[in-house]
């Protein structure tokens, strides 16, 4: 079964950094996309960035510049640096995983259970 753990969240004062990693279990697979999505309150969750196999990168407008994913897959895990943080990024973090389970099922999508970012004005 696919576990995806998320790590790394906390509270930070404006301008700092944090990073975020995600690891994923569970299959002989590496994941075709890796990423990053947020949720503040009341309002959706969106993407901040992701990462496919192929190593290119799509980043959220609001975040660029600033914070960095990439992906170690030998260890099946990505990371987000965050830096400059802003009071606007206080969210909710999502790791998102998309992956092909077993041999038998086809890409599934996987979600961690989140790790709050807070930051601080």
């Known amino acids: 079964q696919v576990q995806v753990v998320e790590s790394g969240g906390g509270l930070v004062q404006a301008g700092g950094s944090l990073r975020l990693s995600c690891t994923t279990s569970g299959s002989a697979f590496s994941a075709n996309v890796m990423g990053w999505y947020r949720q503040a309150p009341g309002k959706q969750r969106e993407l901040v960035a992701r990462?496919?196999?192929?190593?290119?990168?799509d980043y959220a407008d609001s975040v660029k510049g600033r914070f960095t994913i990439s992906r170690d897959n030998a260890k099946n895990t990505v990371y987000l640096q965050m830096n400059s943080l802003k009071p606007e990024d206080t969210a909710v973090y999502y790791c998102?995983?998309?992956?092909?389970?077993?041999?038998?099922?086809?890409?599934?999508?996987?979600w961690g259970q989140g790790t709050q970012v807070t930051v601080s004005s």
């Open positions: 990462i496919p196999n192929s190593g290119s990168t």
């Open positions: 998102h995983v998309a992956i092909r389970p077993s041999v038998f099922r086809s890409i599934t999508d996987y």
